[in-house]
């Protein structure tokens, strides 16, 4: 009887080590994340996921799956390898009794880890189910959506689903779990995942919020009047009503709500009328850089690819030695400091004080028509052009390449491109995936090959094109208004491109300063050719991006862990 009640005593005791350790724990056993780029490069959110993929493997060890969507019909997914044995039981038994239309597999990125892929089309016949429970249930006010705010709600929607059911069909009630929810597009899967799963753990990660973008892209000054801010009126004005209204009952409703950097932290504050549980910068994954003999021949390899192309449309040589300028990003003119950029090259331009020979390339995605067939023939048959040739800015046609933006602001500024400036510009309208029919390179495959790159944005809650760029040991230009810029000026002065990062003061009203300081930094750079201070600026590069690896930010990530973990268990007690 003694050694029964003494194993039972054990027991019981064991018993409430469990229980203790389950509620003292701070990272959970399951994590879900979700986003509408997952295996779907469309914006800087897929780079944060698919560069943080790889360390959050290394702490959950294929127990963090990604969630995202399956629009690929007739193609397969750049980046997705299906795994039929990969959770092959809650595919057959599960998902496919409960219409969830999935594919399982891994993400092709370092790291590999799960992933499933929803089809959201069949739930939009529950679309007006789902966005009448919203408002009962959250007060997320869906009547006046538009754009693509259905299909991404119903995307949402599609991904709670699919946790709920994996969670229910691999018992993990006993287990701690949190599902990650990234940007408004996925607001409604978390709150979906609040009602019908509470025991789940759940965060909210706005990068940027839909009213201060729209306040910023609508020509309005954000910063000076942000304290004047009321985010439900504004959303109104600017007929955003839906998407603030889902975006700000997730962030309410999250058990942990995070954002990217001070700067949007702030702006949640203001707009959201939420301050963020926690700030979680973006870091970057080294093992996306080339190193050694390989990092040069790709250096190599880029600066010649580039000079090639300019050299074919402009009809003219370009020294080797050519300082290569870059910016690239969406095409959000003014808050992506596009506008600035050009500024500041014409500038640059016209100086009279640029003694090395310079090509600025604009890299943003625009509405390509097709590839221009005259560069690309005398690409393929390697023909030497003597004269410019028909627009000899650009390296697609557009479709209504009149109203491009990027090509009224060159030609009104008077660029020619001619060989007596020392200065051309081009604009590469693309998708740097290596199949846009001229380059044929991915977007890293070039950037390794420039000078200095240049982003003096507006409004830019991170800033994950710098961070690339100094990751590859190119040093970069960028603004006080990036959380970047805002971090860098821990680190470095701000003021001294020999230290990798410049970092511009911008207001709302100082873009012609901007335009000085940039040419500035460039004048400043452009003297040096590839002495051994260039050298010393690529290392100090290298040493900087190091302080924005995943392995340090990670950090941050599990404080928002500990504290979603914490305030679900709170809130189910």
């Not at 039981?89 to 239309?101: I, M, P, R």
């Not at 095409?331 to 640029?354: C, H, P, Q, W």
């Amino acid at each position: 009887m003694r050694i029964f009640a003494a194993e039972k005593n054990k027991d019981i005791i064991n018993l409430l080590f469990i229980i203790y350790m389950n509620k003292t724990k701070t990272t959970p056993d399951y994590l879900f994340e979700s986003s509408w780029e997952v295996c779907n490069k469309v914006g800087g959110i897929y780079t944060v996921l698919s560069t943080k993929a790889h360390t959050l493997q290394q702490i959950f060890k294929d127990k963090v799956i990604f969630i995202g969507p399956d629009i690929w019909k007739t193609t397969a997914a750049a980046d997705f390898k299906e795994d039929e044995k990969l959770f092959a039981d809650w595919k057959q038994h599960a998902a496919q009794n409960e219409g969830l239309h999935v594919k399982v597999g891994r993400w092709e990125v370092p790291g590999e880890p799960p992933v499933i892929l929803v089809d959201y089309q069949p739930f939009f016949a529950e679309k007006d189910a789902l966005f009448y429970s919203m408002w009962t249930d959250f007060q997320v006010d869906s009547i006046r959506a538009y754009g693509d705010y259905d299909e991404s709600c119903i995307f949402a929607y599609a991904v709670g689903k699919v946790i709920e059911s994996f969670y229910r069909y691999y018992h993990l009630e006993n287990k701690q779990v949190a599902a990650l929810f990234n940007e408004w597009m996925l607001g409604m899967g978390e709150l979906y995942i609040r009602k019908h799963v509470p025991a789940i753990a759940t965060l909210f990660t706005t990068h940027a919020t839909s009213i201060g973008r729209s306040i910023a892209g609508n020509n309005k000054a954000l910063y000076a009047y942000m304290d004047g801010y009321n985010g439900d009126q504004m959303s109104r004005e600017l007929n955003m009503e839906a998407k603030h209204s889902v975006e700000k009952q997730a962030a309410h409703y999250a058990d942990c709500f995070t954002t990217v950097s001070d700067i949007t932290a702030a702006e949640c504050r203001q707009l959201l009328d939420k301050a963020p549980d926690i700030v979680t910068p973006n870091g970057f994954e080294p093992n996306f850089v080339p190193e050694g003999a390989d990092y040069l021949q790709k250096r190599e390899q880029a600066r010649k690819l580039l000079i090639n192309v300019a050299e074919k449309l402009l009809g003219t040589t370009i020294s080797p030695d050519a300082l290569l300028i870059s910016t690239s990003g969406r095409y959000e003119y003014r808050n992506k400091g596009i506008d600035v950029f050009i500024e500041a090259m014409n500038r640059v331009r016209t100086s009279g004080r640029l003694q090395r020979e310079a090509v600025a390339f604009i890299m943003v995605p625009a509405w390509v028509r097709e590839a221009r067939a005259d560069l690309k023939k005398v690409l393929e048959d390697d023909i030497r052009t003597t004269e410019p040739m028909q627009m000899p800015f650009c390296t697609h046609w557009l479709n209504q390449m009149q109203e491009d933006r990027v090509l009224n602001y060159i030609l009104s500024a008077g660029f020619t491109n001619s060989s007596l400036n020392k200065l051309k510009i081009i604009f590469v309208p693309c998708y740097l995936d290596g199949k846009d029919g001229i380059l044929n390179k991915l977007y890293y495959d070039l950037l390794i090959g420039m000078d200095v790159t240049v982003y003096p944005s507006y409004y830019e809650p991170w800033g994950y094109t710098p961070l690339e760029s100094i990751a590859f040991g190119i040093p970069t230009i960028t603004t006080n208004l990036a959380g970047f810029g805002m971090w860098a000026l821990k680190h470095v002065s701000g003021s001294d491109i020999r230290e990798g990062v410049v970092v511009i003061k911008r207001d709302d009203f100082n873009y012609f300063e901007v335009a000085d300081a940039i040419v500035d930094a460039i004048l400043a750079l452009a003297e040096d050719g590839r002495s051994a201070r260039a050298k010393a600026i690529e290392e100090r590069c290298f040493v900087l991006a190091k302080e924005a690896e995943w392995t340090k930010f990670i950090e941050y990530y599990k404080e928002a862990f500990a504290i979603a973990l914490a305030n679900s268990q709170k809130r189910n007690s």
